[in-house]
């Protein structure tokens, strides 16, 4: 099967809201008028992001998945993608469930694929997205505000045990395994919440680093510190009474955990009733665990009570 059969039959379909979809040297797209765009792009390589041998359904899901999480955290309604592949060989078996994956995703979301690239090289896969939101209301990493509450949705820390346990650290029970390996394999994008909390949130991010890191973008964008309670912070899904995360990886999956893909949020103490209804609209569980401070880095307050300047865990830097 040659490069344009291939993309023919694996990622071409009649166009929905696009003008033009595949096919042509360029997609054509009409913005919805007054609207800002919204792009992101995020690049996996087989190694490094993921295993080779991982489930390709699975792997065409979270390739969308990473990206759609950009834009939740921007607030943005999710429109169009390009997907760019490099391919080491033709296997119809592996595109048929890859596409499976990130069209089935795709359609979840009403984000159209238009067009993309396809070369044969080390397996390597970039989604670019397209979304929109109204000028002036995305949600900026730069927003947060001394006296701001922070939040983050859903659970900490499930992706890293899958991690730590597939590196042979950590030995939960089938069930803690399997319900971690869906959480770092097939990541939900908080698209929902994301739009919910337009006007109400005065910052947001992503967690692909962990909580730590993330929130640190926030930090340093909005030019704040914060103090969390660990006792708010709510610990994986995974885990239960039966098999509780081990005391000495707490802190590293909850943390320092990537790939969660849930939000973190700031929002100033007046929307905590907006910010519960934001979070009923989109049945997306939100965790208020902290504050906004005006001293720089992270503080974390204990079950004692005692603050400590969190600085030993460092979240995940591909170049660090
Ligand atoms: P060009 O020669 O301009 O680079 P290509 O021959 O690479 O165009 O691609 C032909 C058409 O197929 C274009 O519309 C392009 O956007 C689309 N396309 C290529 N690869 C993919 C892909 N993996 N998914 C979706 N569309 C693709
Ligand atoms: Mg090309």
Not at 33 to 41: D, E, K, Y
Not at 120 to 147: I, K
Not at 170 to 176: G, K, Q, S, T
Request: proline share 7%.
């Amino acid at each position: 099967m040659g490069e344009f059969d291939l993309i023919r039959r694996f990622f071409t379909r009649p166009p929905r809201q696009a003008v033009l979809g595949v096919g042509d040297d360029c997609a054509l797209w009409a913005p919805t008028p007054g609207m800002q765009l919204a792009l992101s792009a995020d690049l996996l390589v087989a190694g490094r992001h993921f295993l080779p041998d991982v489930d390709p359904e699975a792997l065409g899901h979270k390739t969308l998945a990473v990206n759609l999480s950009d834009l939740a955290a921007c607030g943005a309604q999710p429109r169009a993608f390009l997907l760019s592949l490099a391919l080491p060989e033709v296997n119809e078996d592996w595109l048929a469930g890859f596409a499976r994956g990130l069209l089935a995703l795709a359609d979840a979301h009403g984000c159209e694929l238009v067009g993309g690239d396809t070369t044969r090289g080390p397996l390597t896969l970039n989604v670019t997205v397209m979304g929109e939101v109204p000028p002036g209301q995305a949600l900026l990493r730069s927003g947060a505000q001394v006296g701001d509450d922070v939040y983050v949705s859903g659970h900490l820390g499930d992706a890293r045990l899958w991690l730590e346990a597939w590196r042979g650290q950590l030995a939960p029970p089938p069930a803690v395994l399997a319900q971690a390996r869906a959480r770092m394999e097939r990541p939900t994008p908080r698209v929902a919440l994301g739009l919910a909390l337009r006007q109400v949130a005065s910052s947001a991010a992503d967690l692909s680093d962990g909580l730590l890191g993330d929130l640190g973008h926030i930090l340093k964008a909005s030019g704040v510190g914060a103090e969390l309670d660990e006792a708010a912070l709510p610990a994986l899904m995974a885990t239960h009474a039966a098999w509780p995360l081990p005391e000495a990886w707490w802190r590293t999956c909850v943390l320092a955990g990537g790939d969660d893909y849930e939000l973190v949020f700031t929002a100033a103490p007046a929307q905590r009733v907006a910010v519960q209804h934001a979070s009923a609209q989109a049945q997306t569980p939100v965790h208020r665990i902290g504050r906004i401070g005006g001293e720089p880095g992270v503080r974390l307050r204990n079950a004692q009570g005692d603050l400590r300047l969190v600085q030993d865990l460092a979240s995940f830097d591909h170049f660090a």
